[in-house]
C-alpha cells in the first residue's frame, strides 16, 4: 500500500526567504513522487516528479525536492519565495502496483506575506 | 499543444437536470481520468480510463456515467444529482502504460441546487 504524509497544513512564509515543505511517503514498491500545485480555483499543475533517476529533483519556478529512501522523504524547496507561490501544494505518491492511482497528500497551503 | 482543456468553467444545475462535462486532450495520451475535489481537500479519483475502456471506477454512484467516445474526448455524463455532488471536477491525462505522470485540466466548477 502506498500512502503520503504532509508534515504542514498550512505554512506562511515572507517574499524572498526560503521556502520549506515537507512530505513523507510509504509505499512498498519503487516508487514515483510528484509535486503539484493548485492555485486558487485552477487545475493541478506538475511542479517536479522523481523517477529514480536523480535523487534532487529540479522542477518549474525554482522549485526542488529531494528523494531521500533511508527517510522515505520527498521534501520541496525554494530559495526565494514570490508573491505568486501563495498556493495550495499537493505531495503525491504513485507506484507500479497501483496503476492509474496517484495517493494525494492532505496538502500545504502556503501564505506569502510582502 | 500540452494542455487538457474542459468545459463548461462553471455549470448550475437543478436536482433533476441532466448535463456533461466535457474534456479534451491532443497529448497522444492514452489514459484519462476524472476526479472530484471538495474545498481544502485534495482530489479524489472517480473513474480511468486506458485505451479508450474504462479500466477503474472507483465505486462512484450511477448517477454519475462517464463515456470515452474516442482517445482525445472523455465525458462525465450527470443525472439526479444531489447537492452534496457540488464539488470541482478535474480531468486528467497521462500517457500510459508505465507512464504515471497526469496532466490536469483548469476543472468545471459544479453547482447542484
Known amino acids: 500500500a502506498q500512502s503520503v504524509t504532509q508534515l504542514d497544513s498550512h505554512v506562511s512564509v515572507s517574499e524572498g526567504t526560503p521556502v520549506l515543505l515537507r512530505c513523507n511517503y510509504s509505499s512498498s514498491y519503487s516508487p514515483s513522487l510528484f509535486w503539484y500545485v493548485q492555485h486558487p480555483n485552477k487545475g493541478l499543475q506538475l511542479l517536479l516528479k522523481y523517477t529514480s533517476a536523480a535523487t534532487l529533483v529540479k522542477g518549474i519556478n525554482g522549485f526542488e525536492a529531494e528523494f531521500k529512501k533511508s527517510e522515505t522523504s520527498f521534501h520541496l524547496t525554494k530559495p526565494s519565495a514570490h508573491m505568486s507561490d501563495a498556493a495550495e501544494y499537493f505531495c503525491?505518491?504513485?507506484?507500479?502496483?497501483?496503476?492509474?492511482?496517484?495517493?494525494f497528500g492532505a496538502g500545504t497551503q502556503v501564505v506569502v506575506t510582502p | 499543444d500540452t494542455e487538457v482543456t474542459q468545459t463548461p468553467k462553471h455549470l448550475v444545475m437543478g436536482m433533476t437536470n441532466k448535463k456533461s462535462l466535457k474534456c479534451e486532450q491532443h497529448?497522444?495520451?492514452?489514459?484519462m481520468y476524472w476526479y472530484k475535489q471538495k474545498a481544502k481537500k485534495p482530489p479524489e479519483l472517480m473513474f480511468v480510463?486506458?485505451?479508450?475502456?474504462?479500466?477503474i471506477n472507483e465505486s462512484v454512484p450511477s448517477r454519475f456515467s462517464p463515456e470515452c467516445p474516442n482517445s482525445s474526448l472523455l465525458n462525465l455524463h450527470l443525472h439526479a444529482l444531489q447537492p452534496e455532488d457540488s464539488a470541482l471536477y478535474l480531468c486528467?491525462?497521462?500517457?500510459?502504460?508505465?507512464?504515471?505522470?497526469?496532466?490536469f485540466g483548469p476543472g468545471t466548477r459544479l453547482t447542484v441546487l
Open positions: 480510463y486506458s485505451y479508450e475502456k474504462l479500466s
Open positions: 497529448m497522444g495520451h492514452r489514459a
Open positions: 486528467a491525462s497521462s500517457r500510459g502504460g508505465n507512464y504515471n505522470e497526469q496532466f
Open positions: 503525491v505518491v504513485s507506484d507500479t502496483k497501483s496503476w492509474g492511482k496517484l495517493q
